[in-house]
């Protein structure tokens, strides 16, 4: 990022990272639990329960320092560049599929495609593209594309049903800015239900065989995770 942040809380799926710095100066004697009420699944279902997976850890402000506090937090960190939209030369559609198999368990899969499939996604190294998540179904997928980073452009919420009816977009509102704390580089990104996720990327350095899949273990096992290749240019299947 940019520049630090200030926050009361952070939402974090699956596989996402942040670096978070607390002051517990006003702290001494104190024992601060950090709290997660996030549902699942995640935004709908059944909340944490406080008293088991609604507590991640404690904090017990009880030793002395050692010596005198002079660290401080920088108002600038590395710089992060915007990649301009105009020069994305290939625009993707996923979309967050859910199907049930023979025996009734939920299969989620990226463009209704399963792992052993031949790879359809091939993009050119050093070429930008925008893929754009669509999520028609009932869960937040954190997706993870493998050997790159990449920019959020923005959230767009849009009409769910007509969606599942006629694969045909109607957006319900304007796209959504990415939040102060989602305004860097990212390698996983939240897919939120009803929503599309945007993102840019520039593809490489390097060629080969990578994958993309959501970051759920049980849905990047049963089957939502894919192959895609960046290949040279001039050799790209689009």
């Not at 990449?150 to 959504?176: A, G």
């Not at 840019?200 to 080969?208: K, L, S």
Request: aromatic share 8%; with cysteine; net charge neutral.
């Amino acid at each position: 990022m940019s520049a630090p942040v200030k926050l009361e809380e952070l939402l974090l799926a699956p596989a996402e990272r942040a670096d978070v710095i607390v002051d517990f100066s006003d702290c001494k004697g104190k024992h601060l639990i950090l709290r997660n009420d996030a549902p699942v699944p995640f935004p709908t279902g059944t909340p944490a329960d406080p008293e088991t997976t609604g507590q991640i850890m404690e904090f017990r402000v009880v030793l002395p320092l050692k010596g005198k506090d002079v660290s401080f937090l920088p108002d600038q960190l590395c710089p992060v560049i915007p990649i301009p939209e105009n020069l994305a030369k290939v625009r993707r559609d996923f979309v967050m599929t859910v199907r049930r198999d023979q025996y009734g368990r939920l299969v989620f899969l990226l463009n209704g495609k399963s792992w052993q499939e031949p790879v359809t996604e091939k993009p050119q190294r050093g070429v930008v593209e925008i893929w754009n998540l669509i999520n028609p179904g009932f869960v937040a997928h954190p997706i993870h594309i493998h050997q790159i980073q990449f920019q959020l452009l923005n959230r767009q919420p849009f009409d769910v049903e007509h969606f599942n009816r006629t694969q045909e977009l109607v957006f319900t509102s304007p796209p959504v800015p990415p939040s102060p704390a989602e305004q860097g580089w990212k390698d996983t990104i939240r897919n939120n239900p009803g929503e599309v996720t945007r993102i840019i990327a520039r593809f490489g350095p390097y060629t080969g065989r990578y994958v993309w899949h959501c970051h759920l273990l049980e849905h990047e096992d049963y089957d939502m995770m894919r192959p895609l290749e960046v290949v040279s240019k001039g050799a790209a299947n689009r």
